[in-house]
């Protein structure tokens, strides 16, 4: 320090801090020597204290308001020093502001999953996170187990042990609830507040430090089971699979109808699709669409070929032709072929699937 900032610091005789940080707790100001004028201003503003540490030992705190410094109201100090009969020349003694309003945008999180037993799903894995807000509550302790001889203490300093301390603390609550996973959202304020005061409890009397809000913002299970959790809801919005498959198999029979982007080949797929649900359906004892008149009974050995759009497609069994005729993706005038056919033929001229075509009643009389 130059000669300049030596005497300058001596002539100064009003102590204070104006804080423009948001993040400092404590600050310790700056004097030549620690050397403090009989007389000085002291001005403690809202939201600080000052502590006087004279060689290594708290003395005498201030709260906010403006204070003329004499050996009257620093009794601690003047029994420190030795004065008797009060004193005139200029004192040493460290001066700490300490911050004691709330700062309140500090984040907390699990770094690594916590293993749960969950009465739903068994052994999980959950990681959780939120805001809390801090405040100093004691500056003497703060100074002692925190500060020590640090001219600048910023919440940095501490907000690892502070997270720690949350995570511990969240661990030793969620394992003891035994809330299932499902229904914790429903719990979060009620869990916010035993988890601020858990933690409370480990830093109020050990650090001078008080968790004033904490939020619990979010308890997530790990991605891939909530992706069994959607699929979970998806099926359980559909209902009854019967009829969602039903809907799916006219959907899309209707887009391959239709030869949007897939041509003949994309006609032809979708009647196969078409065809395998309608088997599917069969099998399960439930008709897509009901007839009045049974088709009469087919050899189940018997392979089907049909021409779509001049594309064969097959091989298909009796059952699925059937079901075919019934969706109207065969008509009357459908070329179809199987074994024992001597060429492709329209499928009413075919003896064997003639009848699927029949929407009941006799066959129109022949002309007399």
């Known amino acids: 320090m130059g000669l300049f900032d030596k005497l300058r ?5 009003i ?5 423009d940080s948001q993040h400092t707790l404590v600050w310790r100001f700056p004097r030549y020597q620690n050397e403090i004028k009989n007389g000085a201003q002291l001005i403690v503003r809202p939201g600080q204290v000052a502590v006087f540490v004279h060689r290594g030992e708290l003395a005498d705190v201030f709260e906010p308001g403006h204070y003329e410094l004499k050996a009257d109201n620093l009794p601690l100090l003047s029994t420190l020093q030795g004065w008797k009969y009060g004193f005139n020349s200029p004192f040493r003694s460290e001066v700490y502001f300490v911050s004691t309003r709330q700062i309140t945008d500090l984040k907390w999180g699990t770094p690594n999953p916590i293993m749960l037993r969950d009465a739903d799903f068994g052994p999980v894995r959950l990681r959780a996170f939120g805001t809390y807000a801090l405040k100093a509550i004691d500056a003497k302790i703060l100074l002692k187990e925190l ?10 300093e501490v907000t ?4 720690s301390i949350i995570i511990s603390s969240f661990a030793d609550m969620i394992g003891s609830r035994k809330i299932a996973a499902l229904d914790l959202a429903a719990h979060y304020r009620e ?3 035993d988890l601020r005061k858990m933690a ?5 009397d050990e650090y001078g430090l008080e968790i004033t809000n904490l939020m619990i913002v979010n308890v997530s299970l790990p991605e891939e089971v909530e992706k069994a959790l959607d699929t979970r809801s998806s099926i359980g919005v559909m209902g009854d699979l019967n009829k969602f498959q039903q809907y799916q198999m006219g959907m899309a029979l209707g887009n391959a109808g239709q030869g949007d982007g897939g041509g003949a080949a994309g006609e032809g797929l979708g009647l196969g699709i078409g065809l395998a649900m309608a088997n599917r359906f069969t099998q399960m004892g439930t008709a897509p ?3 009045p008149v049974a088709p009469p009974p087919m050899p189940t050995s018997t392979t089907w070929y049909v021409a779509l759009n001049g594309q064969q497609q ?6 699925q032709v059937v079901q075919g005729v019934k969706l109207g993706q065969l008509t009357p005038a459908t070329l179809v072929w199987c074994q024992g056919l001597d060429g492709w033929k329209a499928a009413s001229q075919v003896p064997q699937l003639a009848g699927a075509f029949q929407q009941g009643g006799p066959p129109p009389l022949p002309p007399t």
């Open 200 to 204: 409370c409890e480990r830093i109020d």
């Open 15 to 19: 102590i204070e801090w104006i804080d």
């Open 9 to 13: 610091n001596e002539l100064i005789d």
């Open 289 to 291: 669409v009901a007839q």
């Open 147 to 156: 500060v020590g001889t640090d001219g600048q203490f910023e919440t940095d």
């Open 314 to 319: 097959g091989p298909y069994s009796a059952d």
């Open 160 to 163: 690892e042990l502070l997270r």
């Open 191 to 193: 869990l916010s507040d």
